[in-house]
């Protein structure tokens, strides 16, 4: 929709696709013959491409071989292992024995594997690749920081970033870190880019250029984003209770002085801390104040009881509701005792997202430890400057030609969520009556979900999140589409120019989607693989994570996009939230408290969807929350649901087990111009 970058491997293929013939179709056969099979020695059970060749002499010519692969072949479809055979086996009709292949290639990587702990990292294709020392460089690096943010170890230069469990979220955190390293990289680089190799090379030749530099500057005044104008438009009662708070447990020999000038830096480095919201004769605005100042709050915990409980009642005190007029929307306190330090930091919601928090942290940490090699080489971008910059981007016609796809989604819409109570009419939900039914998946099914089964369908988690919510529906109820929000990080840039992975703010977009479940077939499996697909193919149209809804409906282009039906549950995958930095010892550091913390939002506020799921990943298992408002949602048939929904989830991982071959989509091609009956047939045909 939005993209215009060509890749050279879709173009490859489709050109194979168009000039294939049977000679070609048996050179396929004869040298290169892809199969996947399943490491069984690695802990996450990845499936791994081998190729197979029977040139003779191949070793004379194999770096020409897999610099060709690599130049033309998707990365997904690279091989990581290229064996020779004296022979293909083959079956009685003279086709070739896949399953056979199978086997021997399980034996070959069995092998490989018993010798490998010694070997260089990616010795294969590090030298397909031909790679200079810039990029040599590059792959070292972010393999090192692929290991940290994901909590495994690479094994293969064509290791996917979605494939071992990466999302978005977690696509921030590498670039942020690499930023820091002094390279250039946006998140967009890692979804056209996912693989190691391919990053490397993306990477280092971005650094090496030198590109016209493009900066915003701050703003004193600037319109509200389309995810602001949501919240006002949306919470009324009581907007300025609409917080976000963490705790961090300090170093007990830190100095308060040298805190209270973290702080301060924050202030100065970030202008969200000095923005606050007026309201205009052309509505509400926000405005850079001049100065802000952040105070650095001290509460003395008592020494008779223990810390962790007397930190809980002192929270309950802290019901902190901001003057939107006045910056800034937030807080520092830090509470002491004989022998802890815990900073507890409360913001505004209008001002802060879920991936601030990390840019905080890391930038409290460069303040505190005095450690410039943890500083970022990257200045954030005015979050004022940017509020202006994207207002101004519903006018691009790429944006425009958005509007029939998000026209459908919208028309698709139905009454009602299958969950919803007969009530007859659109009453409003608060905070106060807001009950949760929490899910916790166990480890083994929760690594499945997150790698093996997107290996097979190349897909990311929420394709199958969604699938298995979308799934569930007509076992539950009669009907089989699901209209719902999604919500994103938001932290894309359309025309590439600007890195928000530094910036402090407030990113994210909601946008709807209508789903459906494949009920022709009969047969178990042909469902949800074909209810997979069709959930990837709508979620993989939808470019930077759904920018263009936000500004086509904030600018009211259609006019019914701002008043149509109010779709009453929203999903919002948060990713994996305990890896970055999870192993910090709070002497090194700073350390997240898993400590609950009351009072952020008024109860009385307003709620914008009756049902919100949301789910992430914590010590390597999938939670997953249903918030819900009893008052409009049938409890019995949710909590029902719930279960199934699991059941579904089980259901694909085991019939995934049994598919040996990759499962492609139209989206894989975005180029070839081939529908998915037409893409299956090819397939089917090699």
């Known amino acids: 929709m939005f993209n215009e970058k060509k890749q050279l491997s879709d173009i490859d293929f489709k050109y194979l696709l168009s000039k294939l013939n049977t000679e070609q179709k048996k050179y396929l056969y004869d040298h290169i013959i892809q199969s996947n099979s399943e490491n069984s020695k690695q802990p996450t059970n990845s499936k791994r491409i081998v190729a197979f060749v029977t040139q003779p002499n191949i070793g004379e010519h194999l770096d020409r071989l897999k610099s060709g692969l690599i130049d033309r072949l998707p990365s997904y479809a690279i091989p990581?292992?290229?064996?020779?055979?004296?022979?293909?086996?083959?079956?009685?009709?003279?086709?070739?024995?896949?399953?056979?292949?199978?086997?021997?290639?399980?034996?070959?990587?069995?092998?490989?594997?018993?010798?490998?702990?010694?070997?260089?990292?990616?010795?294969?294709?590090?030298?397909?690749?031909?790679?200079?020392?810039?990029?040599?460089?590059?792959?070292?690096?972010?393999?090192?920081i692929w290991s940290e943010v994901l909590g495994i170890k690479i094994k293969s230069a064509n290791d996917n970033f979605f494939d071992l469990g990466g999302d978005s979220i977690l696509s921030i955190h590498v670039v942020s870190r690499m930023l820091r390293h002094g390279y250039q990289i946006g998140p967009n680089d890692i979804f056209d880019s996912p693989t190691l190799l391919e990053l490397s090379k993306v990477i280092a030749a971005k650094t090496e250029q030198s590109h016209a530099s493009h900066s915003l500057e701050k703003c004193d005044e600037a319109p509200l984003t389309p995810i602001q104008n949501w919240f006002f438009n949306t919470v009324k009662t009581r907007p300025g209770q609409w917080n976000l708070a963490k705790c961090y447990q300090l170093p007990s020999s830190i100095n308060i002085d040298t805190l209270h000038k973290a702080i301060n830096q924050l202030l100065s480095k970030h202008d969200v801390f000095r923005m606050c919201f007026v309201d205009t004769k052309q509505g509400i605005v926000?405005?850079?104040?001049p100065t802000a100042t952040l105070t650095l709050e001290t509460v003395k915990l008592p020494n008779y009881e223990l810390w962790e409980n007397a930190l809980s009642k002192a929270l309950k005190q802290i019901q902190t509701e901001f003057d939107l007029n006045q910056a800034p929307l937030a807080r520092f306190i830090l509470f002491t005792s004989e022998d802890i330090k815990i900073l507890f930091i409360t913001a505004h919601h209008l001002i802060i997202d879920l991936v601030s928090w990390q840019i905080i942290k890391q930038?409290?940490?460069?303040?505190?430890?005095?450690?410039?090699?943890?500083?970022?080489?990257?200045?954030?971008v005015s979050f004022s400057g940017w509020s202006n910059y994207i207002n101004e981007l519903s006018d691009d016609p790429r944006i425009r030609q958005q509007?029939?796809?998000?026209?459908?989604?919208?028309?698709?819409?139905?009454?009602?969520?299958?969950?919803e109570l007969e009530t007859g009419v659109d009453a409003t939900s608060h905070e106060k009556n807001i009950k949760t039914i929490n899910q916790t998946l166990g480890y083994h099914l929760s690594q499945s979900l997150v790698t093996e089964i997107n290996q097979t369908y190349q897909t990311r988690i929420v394709d199958i999140l969604l699938s298995a919510l979308v799934l569930s529906v007509p076992d539950n109820f009669?009907?089989?589409q699901l209209t719902l929000d999604l919500e994103s990080h938001g932290r894309f840039d359309p025309n590439n120019h600007y890195d928000l992975s530094q910036t402090i703010g407030w990113f994210s977009s909601v946008y709807p989607v209508c789903l459906s479940c494949n009920q022709g077939d009969a047969d178990i499996k042909q469902r949800i693989v074909k209810t997979i697909k069709a959930t990837k193919e709508t979620l993989h149209q939808i470019d930077h994570g759904g920018l263009g809804f936000e500004?086509?409906?904030?600018?009211?282009?259609?006019?019914?996009?701002?008043?149509?039906?109010?779709?009453?549950?929203?999903?919002?995958?948060?990713?994996?939230?305990?890896?970055?930095?999870?192993?910090?010892?709070?002497?090194?550091?700073?350390?997240?408290?898993?400590?609950?913390?009351?009072?952020?939002?008024?109860?009385?506020?307003?709620?914008?969807?009756?049902?919100?799921?949301?789910?992430?990943?914590?010590?390597?298992?999938?939670?997953?929350?249903?918030?819900?408002?009893p008052n409009f949602i049938d409890e019995n048939r949710l909590i029902s649901f719930t279960d199934s929904y699991v059941q579904t989830l089980h259901r694909i991982v085991d019939i995934t087990k049994d598919q040996a071959d990759t499962i492609y989509t139209p989206s894989d091609f975005p180029d070839s111009g081939l529908d998915q009956g037409q893409l299956d047939d090819f397939l089917d045909s090699i």
């Open 80 to 144: 990581q292992h290229i064996y020779r055979l004296e022979s293909l086996p083959l079956l009685a009709n003279g086709k070739v024995d896949k399953q056979q292949l199978q086997t021997l290639a399980q034996q070959r990587l069995a092998q490989e594997l018993e010798s490998s702990d010694d070997k260089p990292l990616l010795d294969l294709t590090s030298t397909a690749a031909s790679l200079s020392d810039s990029e040599s460089k590059v792959l070292n690096s972010l393999s090192a």
């Open 286 to 289: 926000q405005k850079l104040q």
């Open 363 to 380: 930038d409290l940490i460069t303040q505190l430890t005095d450690n410039p090699d943890q500083a970022t080489h990257i200045q954030p």
């Open 403 to 419: 509007q029939d796809f998000w026209r459908a989604q919208i028309d698709k819409h139905g009454p009602q969520t299958p969950f």
């Open 478 to 480: 009669s009907q089989t």
């Open 551 to 629: 500004l086509l409906r904030q600018a009211q282009l259609p006019p019914e996009f701002d008043a149509s039906a109010p779709r009453r549950l929203l999903f919002n995958y948060l990713g994996k939230l305990d890896s970055i930095d999870s192993s910090r010892k709070p002497a090194d550091g700073i350390n997240e408290l898993n400590v609950t913390i009351p009072g952020q939002r008024h109860p009385e506020n307003e709620r914008s969807h009756y049902l919100e799921i949301q789910a992430y990943l914590t010590n390597g298992e999938l939670t997953i929350q249903w918030h819900y408002d």
